[in-house]
């Protein structure tokens, strides 16, 4: 598969011959049962059968995510089962970690990537870090709900080449909004990549009001983005 099957807006890729809609159903099946084992072992045939940690992400775990989302929605599983779906699919991230990380020291720069206060879905942002990582970046991924001041003494103290913010609920918007102008009041010109869910029905806009603040919709895009960086 190309980088070029993939949908503009999710980065969900329309085909996907490495995983078959009967390798992603036994998957969700897994998923859904919480099995980490059987989940891990789809993940490991997948690698072994040289799928790129990208597709991985976007192919797999983030449209099973996405699955879950809409099972939940439509009252089709508990958010007991949603919660356990996530993770078992950060568990899983880590599990690959070691594909990750190499010998060689990270020199292309660094980012800090974190939500915004009152933002707790963590998981886009923490695949955005690790693209990053594999990339060549050193990076500082703070998870979830970072309140505003804190994320401004992190950048003070590590003074990082680049900030990504997630955010999945646009009614967060406000807040993500306060932070980008703190920031900016504090390094008027750090990049600063934005990406989630929150962006897909609007808020892109408000963007506009900021320098070298840009919205990247899915890992294929930040990876282009990277390496024109
Ligand atoms: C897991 C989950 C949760 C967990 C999150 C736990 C965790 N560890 O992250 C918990 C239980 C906390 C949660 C809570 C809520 N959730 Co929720 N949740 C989900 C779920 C099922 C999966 C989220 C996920 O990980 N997706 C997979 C990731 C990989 O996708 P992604 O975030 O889009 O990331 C990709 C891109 O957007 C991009 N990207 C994302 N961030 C960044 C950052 C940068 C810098 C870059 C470059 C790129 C980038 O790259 C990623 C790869 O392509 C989604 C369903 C869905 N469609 O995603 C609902 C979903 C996001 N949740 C939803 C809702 C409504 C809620 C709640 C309001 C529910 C409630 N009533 O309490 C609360 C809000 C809490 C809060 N204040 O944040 C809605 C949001 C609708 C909307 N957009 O407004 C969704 C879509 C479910 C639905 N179908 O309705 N949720």
């Known amino acids: 598969m190309t980088d070029s099957n993939l949908q503009p807006e999710t980065g969900v890729a329309v085909d996907a011959p490495l995983i078959s809609p009967h390798i992603y159903h036994g998957y969700m099946d897994a998923l859904l049962q919480g099995n980490r084992r059987a989940c891990n072992l789809v993940v ?5 059968q040289g799928l790129s940690l990208k597709l991985l992400y976007e192919d797999l775990f983030k449209a099973s995510l996405y699955h879950v989302g809409e099972l939940w929605e439509r009252n089709k599983i508990s958010v007991a089962r949603e919660h356990l779906a996530t993770s078992v699919t950060e568990f899983l991230m880590t599990q690959i970690y070691p594909l990750l990380f190499t010998d060689q020291p990270s ?4 980012a800090v990537i974190s939500c915004t206060a009152n933002e707790f879905h963590q998981v886009g942002g923490k695949m955005a870090a690790d693209i990053f990582e594999f990339n060549g970046w050193d990076t500082h991924f703070l998870g979830a709900n970072t309140p505003m001041d804190h994320l401004i003494a992190h950048l003070d103290e590590t003074k990082p080449d680049l900030l990504g913010l997630s955010l999945s609920i646009y009614f967060n918007l406000p807040e993500l909004t306060r932070t980008i102008e703190a920031v900016r009041h504090h390094y008027p010109h750090l990049d600063i990549f934005t990406g989630g869910q929150g962006f897909l029905h609007g808020g892109r806009d408000v963007l ?6 840009r919205y ?3 890992l294929d895009a930040l990876e282009t983005e990277i390496k024109v960086h």
Do not use: R, V
């Not at 490991?44 to 072994?48: A, G, S, T, V, W």
């Not at 506009?208 to 603040?213: C, E, I």
């Open 44 to 48: 490991k045939e997948l690698i072994d």
């Open 107 to 110: 020199t292309a720069g660094t």
């Open 208 to 213: 506009n009001h900021f320098s070298s603040t």
């Open 216 to 218: 990247i919709p899915h």
